[in-house]
DNA sequence: AAGAAAATAT
DNA sequence: AATATTTTCT
């Protein structure tokens, strides 16, 4: 059946943990044969062939799988001696998928029995022949927004598992997959946050710094310890002070990933991998609004340009080594992605080591523009290269 | 029961 | 190697 079913109880907490996992929109729901025959056991078997897993397989109870399919994965209780398959409840809102891929993959299986090689200490992990594991919560898209939507819901201080998992309803999760889930889901905030916050504060000296420049005019300026300018005992603007490389990973590579739609805010675009930093904020922003943390430098410096539909601004320092200290380039909403960027590597090849070049966080989801706009842009402004030589 | 940290699995 | 998810420990 679609369903498989998970049979073991966890004693101490007497939590259900067995259950089954239905596919929304599988055809030939109630039809084993047919499903079987859509299963692909090669697939199916990827990963636990290795020898010392497999002889502890024994098919019909020890083998855990989940069906995951594209869209919606859902989570059904089981009665514990009962074979039926539940089928699930609807998806709620984003629903009217005609879902044609059917099963897109089948995720997840294998009970392992880890212990055997090890001088257990009756871990329970080194548990009984049976040692299975539970089955792993695929946390598609879907399960995770409902997952934000509690916890926002709560509010976010007062989001603790228990009370989540009361929200979602959802059969078959228990609290600690919730749990885990929410610990991970505040790392992965308090990260954010610490970037933006990080950003931010960058954001400040660079202003405090250019009213001060502004003011000095031409003036001499002291030089630290550093051999840099400083100002109002910030640092100098020195490549070793940059405040945070933050080029998001999945900016790095893939040449050119499918450009998102261009007015559309990628928070809501569709199939975020679960490596898509989208995934854990996908928290509906007001549309336009500038995401929190986006370099937001004083917008009004002169050499602030828009340019390709990204914001980009180069401001010069006051003394020569350091003409170009600090670049940005950002996206909004309103101002979609190119449809290329460079990597960071190239970037800092191209501009040279010389200078300062603290990548501030884009809004995720959001590319950079090309490395030719930041060339073109660099040029126009008639803003010289500087030999790594004089720094 | 909540959280953090450690352990596993992919 | 890095992540995602589970398990253990406080």
């Known amino acids: 059946m679609l369903a498989v079913r998970i049979c073991n109880k966890?004693?101490?907490?007497?939590?259900?943990?067995?259950?089954?996992?239905?596919?929304e929109g599988f055809p030939d729901f109630d039809d084993d044969t047919h499903l079987l025959d859509s299963i692909n056991f090669d697939d199916l078997f990827v990963g636990i062939?290795?020898?010392?897993?497999?002889?502890?397989?024994?098919?019909d109870h020890e083998l855990l799988a989940q069906f995951s399919v594209n869209n919606s994965v859902s989570f059904e209780q089981f009665d514990d001696n009962s074979k039926s398959v539940n089928k699930d409840e609807g998806e709620e809102e984003g629903k009217a998928h005609g879902d044609q891929e059917i099963v897109s993959k089948i995720e997840e299986l294998a009970a392992k029995s880890k212990n055997g090689d090890k001088i257990n200490k009756s871990s329970p992990q080194s548990k009984n022949s049976q040692g299975k594991r539970k089955v792993k919560v695929d946390w598609t898209p879907e399960l995770h927004r409902r997952f934000v939507q509690a916890v926002e819901q709560l509010g976010v201080d007062k989001a603790v598992p228990s009370r989540i998992l009361e929200l979602m309803g959802i059969e078959g999760l228990t609290r600690h997959n919730i749990a885990s889930h929410l610990q991970?889901?505040?790392s992965h905030r308090k990260h954010l946050l610490a970037r933006e916050a990080e950003a931010a504060s960058w954001s400040q000296r660079r202003q405090m710094y250019d009213?001060?420049?502004?003011?000095?005019?031409?003036?001499?300026?002291?030089?630290?310890?550093?051999?840099?300018?400083?100002?109002?005992?910030?640092?100098?603007m020195h490549p070793h002070f940059r405040p945070l490389n933050v080029w998001p990973k999945y900016l790095q590579h893939s040449p050119s990933p499918p450009p998102p739609p261009a007015l559309s805010w990628p928070y809501a675009a569709a199939p975020p991998p679960t490596h898509d930093p989208s995934y854990w904020h996908h928290h509906q922003r007001v549309p336009n609004a500038l995401t929190p943390g986006t370099p937001c430098?004083?917008?009004?410096?002169?050499?602030?340009?828009?340019?390709?539909?990204?914001?980009?601004?180069?401001i010069p320092l006051p003394h020569p080594p350091y003409k170009l200290d600090l670049i940005t380039v950002g996206c909004s909403p309103s101002h979609p992605p190119l449809d290329s960027y460079p990597s960071k590597e190239s970037i800092d090849s191209a501009i040279g080591d010389?200078?300062?070049?603290?990548?501030?966080?884009?809004?995720?989801?959001?590319?950079?523009?090309?490395?030719?706009?930041?060339?073109?842009e660099l040029q126009r402004q008639g803003i010289p290269r500087i030999p790594p030589s004089c720094a």
Do not use: C
């Open 184 to 186: 991970k889901y505040r």
């Open 354 to 376: 010389a200078l300062a070049k603290p990548w501030l966080p884009l809004p995720l989801g959001l590319k950079p523009p090309s490395l030719d706009s930041v060339k073109v």
């Open 10 to 23: 966890d004693e101490e907490q007497g939590e259900v943990d067995s259950f089954s996992i239905a596919a």
């Open 49 to 59: 062939n290795d020898g010392d897993v497999l002889p502890d397989l024994e098919m």
């Open 211 to 236: 009213r001060a420049a502004a003011v000095n005019g031409g003036g001499k300026r002291e030089l630290s310890s550093w051999g840099a300018p400083t100002t109002m005992g910030f640092p100098p």
């Open 297 to 314: 430098f004083p917008h009004s410096l002169p050499t602030n340009t828009r340019f390709g539909g990204a914001m980009f601004s180069v």
